[in-house]
């Protein structure tokens, strides 16, 4: 089953990480990546832009209507998700529980119900 896990963060708080912390918090996020995409669970990682770049996309008289977003006004917003592939609830509890910055910060759980079927 599929699983997807959602960090949050702002501005304020990145900024207050010292900048030589930034280099060891980035080798322990790969070394994460690393070993779940070779046991085949960490089907994607991806860490988002600054709020300020986010937009809203709606459709008005059949065209793309694009404004600043994010939707929601908020200090928090989504930082990075991550996709897995998991036998087990359980598992991928623990493969959640061994983020990085889960020591620091929670990290958001939501079990993928459906899945669009692609030929690739």
Known sequence: MKYLLLMYGNQEKWASIPAEVW??????????????????????????ADAAAARLVRR???LPAV?????LETKEYIASF????????????????????ADEEPVEFWPVL??????L
């Open 23 to 48: 280099p060891e918090a980035i080798a322990r996020q790969d070394a994460f990546n690393s070993k779940y995409r070779a046991t085949g669970e960490l089907l994607g990682a991806y860490g988002l």
């Open 60 to 62: 008005q008289d059949g």
């Open 67 to 71: 404004t600043d977003g994010p939707y």
């Open 82 to 101: 991550y996709l897995l592939d998991c036998e087990s609830e359980e598992r991928a509890l623990e493969i959640a529980a061994d983020i990085p910055f």
């Open 114 to 119: 459906h899945e669009a079927k692609f030929d």
